[in-house]
């Protein structure tokens, strides 16, 4: 069973590029989450879903999209990439009536 | 909005020794959960402990205890007979009620307290 799974694991970009964050679940959660933590900080919320077809803005979700065509998949795309997006990434699912979510490896992205 | 905040930017504590996290927090709701997650060096998030703010106990797993005091609203953490292990990030996290509301089950974190542990 392999959880939350996020691919890259790392990644480097350089300003201006783009690039998309994989994040995959086969609990068949319908909700799901991205995260971001900036270096000493929390982690705060970028976009969540409730189910596929279903997206909305969390608390810092300028310079992202997300989509969910399917339960499973969740993916992030960083569109024009700024140094301010330097950051790890975390995925996180959580099954409907469940209290634990569960967080990927995280994806440590750095924009130069 | 909700807020957690963690005063401690970091602690340390002997092995063997007892050391408490604090964490405050702001809400409106009355359901509520709370969460302490652990974060090593391999940046997984591991959950410790969660409360449910309407039971009144504190909950307790094996070397890891909370206090939590909803009239307050603080939630600290307490870690017991230390191990080095134990050294890590940890963070306190505050999720709304399951059914009803529109939390969704987002998590709102604190910034985060560094643990070192001495042999």
């Known amino acids: 069973n392999a959880g939350v799974t996020q691919t890259p694991k790392f990644r480097i970009l350089k300003i201006g590029q783009s690039m998309t964050l994989q994040c995959t679940q086969d609990?068949?959660?319908?909700?799901m989450y991205w995260y971001r933590q900036d270096p000493g900080m929390g982690l705060k919320l970028i976009y969540y879903s409730v189910g596929a077809g279903i997206t909305d803005k969390g608390e810092v979700p300028n310079g992202y999209n997300v989509s969910r065509s399917t339960t499973e998949d969740f993916p992030l795309r960083l569109e024009l990439a700024a140094p301010s997006q330097t950051s790890v990434y975390f995925c996180?699912?959580?099954?409907?009536?469940?209290?634990?979510?569960?967080f990927g490896q995280g994806t440590r992205l750095t924009v130069v | 909005a909700q807020t957690v905040t963690q005063s401690q930017p970091e602690m340390s504590v002997q092995e063997a020794e007892t050391v408490t996290l604090s964490c405050t927090y702001d809400?409106?709701?009355?359901?509520?959960?709370l969460f302490w997650y652990k974060q090593p060096p391999s940046r997984q998030m591991i959950l410790v402990i969660r409360q449910e703010a309407y039971k009144q106990q504190n909950a307790t797993e094996n070397r890891f205890s909370v206090n939590f005091q909803k009239a307050a609203k603080s939630f600290s953490l307490k870690i017991s007979d230390s191990q080095l292990g134990d050294a890590a990030m940890y963070f306190c996290?505050?999720?709304?009620?399951?059914?009803?509301?529109?939390?969704?089950?987002?998590?709102?974190f604190g910034q985060g307290t560094i643990l070192t542990v001495h042999p």
């Open positions: 996290a505050y999720r709304g009620p399951i059914a009803g509301g529109t939390s969704y089950g987002k998590l709102t």
């Open positions: 996180a699912s959580r099954e409907t009536t469940a209290t634990e979510a569960f």
């Open positions: 609990m068949n959660h319908n909700y």
């Open positions: 809400t409106s709701e009355s359901d509520y959960y």
